[in-house]
């Protein structure tokens, strides 16, 4: 009993120094849990992609006398004009500038405007039967762009706190430019109800014309983006570009002798659109 009572006494005497130790020890608390990212803010950044689409460019006799000496098989006739495909595809790059605010724990909306260069330069050609003259006449028709924008809103959902993806649509506009020439081969000329042309030499710009407007349209697309700091983020998108219908106008260069209108050719592009893939990075303020 008696060895009891001293081994009892020997315990809480070192379980008494012990919490006198810790009690004699500065408090110190744990370290508080990193915050959420949160994506509300301002952002401006850069982006480089590559562009791509498929058009076709369709011709038409501008007046009475062209599409009579285009109207089908046959003397004096021609041929009609058969539509002519080409690929528009070029680099683009630019500058973007948006704002984003976090409207729920997953959600975030936002809107954005960017500005970019575009080298989209292509060409169609078609080869075409014109009056008496059965080969060697063609319609040149070469499509550009060199530069667009977009204002879109942006609506997003973010799997973890650092990923968004998101959905983006919007108002597009950008330069479209077009030229058409008529290369006649032979010299030869005419009229009839009123138009006339004269084509002076083979292979020759018999008619030339040429278009340029700022086209408005509508882009629609989606992304990911990704925070891999506080202040930068980067960025895979994907958008669909449209800047609607375009033409262009080929006029005789050389005037039919008598006082008659110039005749014409007319190039029918349809919709300028166009696909793009791109990435970039923005920095968050």
């Known amino acids: 009993m008696k060895t009891f009572l001293i081994a009892a006494a020997a315990v809480l005497g070192a379980t008494a120094v012990h919490a006198a130790d810790i009690s004699a020890r500065p408090i110190t608390k744990a370290p508080p849990l990193s915050p959420a990212y949160n994506w509300t803010g301002f952002y401006a950044g850069v982006n480089v992609g590559y562009g791509f689409g498929d058009q076709t460019a369709s011709f038409v006799g501008g007046d009475p006398l062209i599409r009579a000496l285009t109207a089908g098989t046959g003397f004096g006739t021609g041929t009609p004009v ?4 080409y690929d528009l595809k070029g680099i683009t790059g630019g500058v973007q500038l948006g704002y984003n605010a976090q409207i729920a724990p997953q959600w975030v909306a936002g809107i954005e405007a960017d500005f970019n260069g575009l080298d989209f330069n292509n060409t169609a050609s078609s080869a075409f039967g014109f009056g008496i003259i059965a080969a060697g006449n063609t319609l040149v028709a070469t499509q550009k762009a060199d530069w667009f924008g977009t204002l879109r809103g942006r ?20 330069q479209v430019k077009e030229t058409l020439v008529f290369n006649q081969n032979g010299l030869s000329g005419g009229d009839g109800q009123g138009f006339g042309y004269q084509c002076n030499g083979t292979g020759a710009n018999c008619m030339v014309g040429s278009s340029s407007r700022i086209g408005v349209g509508y882009t629609v697309g989606a992304g990911l983006e990704y925070a891999i700091s506080r202040n930068f983020t980067l960025r895979a998108e994907y958008l669909y570009v449209n ?16 006082g008659f209108a110039p005749a014409s050719f007319v190039a029918d592009f349809g919709d300028f659109d166009f696909n793009l893939v791109r990435a970039g990075v923005n920095y968050r303020f």
Do not use: E, K, M
């Open 82 to 85: 058969p539509p002519a495909s």
């Open 155 to 174: 609506i997003g959902w973010l799997p973890t706190d650092t990923l968004l993806v998101y959905g983006t649509g919007g108002l597009a506009y950008g």
């Open 243 to 258: 800047l609607g219908s375009t033409s262009a106008r080929a006029f005789t260069v050389v005037p039919r002798a008598g």
